[in-house]
């Protein structure tokens, strides 16, 4: 089966900062889904990007862009000049391309950004 | 305004108690699905639902059952025989089963 696996349980940034949140999976498939979902304070997960595998080119959403290492089995995000609003657990998820419904999410990493 | 909606925000059960959570969603997904989250842990499914009339078991289904009558709902009942119910509970939806999935705004469980 495969797993997800978020290295950094925390991590903080200051404001307008930089910061990389890391992801690595384990997966015998060749074509999949990636996803980075926030998980705010209220608990709503939102979407915030999303790769697909058979790309060669990384996924950008304004301030949030991914670095997808496929023979590493690695998807980075990484959100520039951070906000205050970017604080929240971000989950880092897999997706089969091959059918059924086989989500897998990592354990998250809590962000925190300093003022 | 299109979005997926879950109720009540709270519940809570009594021991040997049944109780059903409510997702309901107007964005005309044919795919809904329900994640369990405990603290510090990530999202696992319990069921999902490809189409109205049809669903299918997740990692953790035990003690769980679930209906699809309607395209728009699927709620999800936690029975007596779930023995750690106290979680919070999430639904979400997309338009087929390949495509991203949206979520509600979660309902924690609680029990008394």
């Known amino acids: 089966a495969q797993t997800v696996t978020q290295s950094q349980p925390e991590m903080s940034v200051q404001e307008a900062e930089t910061v990389t949140l890391s992801c690595t999976y384990d997966t015998s498939e060749s074509d999949y889904y990636l996803f980075w979902y926030k998980q705010p304070p209220s608990r709503q997960m939102i979407l915030v990007i999303r790769?697909?595998?058979?790309?060669?080119q990384n996924a950008t959403e304004n301030r949030f862009s991914v670095n997808f290492q496929k023979a590493a089995k690695s998807f980075s995000l990484k959100i520039s000049d951070s906000q205050l609003g970017d604080a929240a657990m971000y989950f880092c998820?897999?997706?089969?391309?091959?059918?059924?419904?086989?989500?897998?999410f990592g354990a998250g990493t809590r962000l925190t950004v300093k003022p | 305004d299109g979005g997926i909606t879950q109720s009540p925000k709270y519940l809570f059960r009594k021991e040997g108690q049944n109780v059903t959570l409510s997702c309901e969603q107007n964005?005309?997904?044919?795919?809904m699905y329900w994640y369990r989250q405990d603290p510090g842990q990530g999202l696992r499914l319990i069921y999902y639902?490809?189409?109205?009339?049809?669903?299918q078991k997740g990692d953790i289904a035990e003690g769980y059952s679930v209906s699809r009558e309607k395209k728009e709902s699927f709620p999800l009942t936690v029975t007596s025989a779930q023995k750690n119910p106290t979680a919070f509970y999430l639904c979400?939806?997309?338009?087929?089963?390949?495509?991203?999935?949206?979520f509600g705004p979660g309902t924690r469980l609680l029990v008394l």
């Open positions: 790769q697909e595998a058979y790309k060669q």
């Open positions: 639902s490809q189409i109205v009339n049809d669903f």
């Open positions: 998820a897999y997706r089969s391309a091959f059918g059924g419904n086989d989500m897998r």
């Open positions: 979400a939806s997309s338009i087929s089963w390949e495509e991203t999935q949206y």
């Open positions: 964005l005309n997904h044919d795919a």
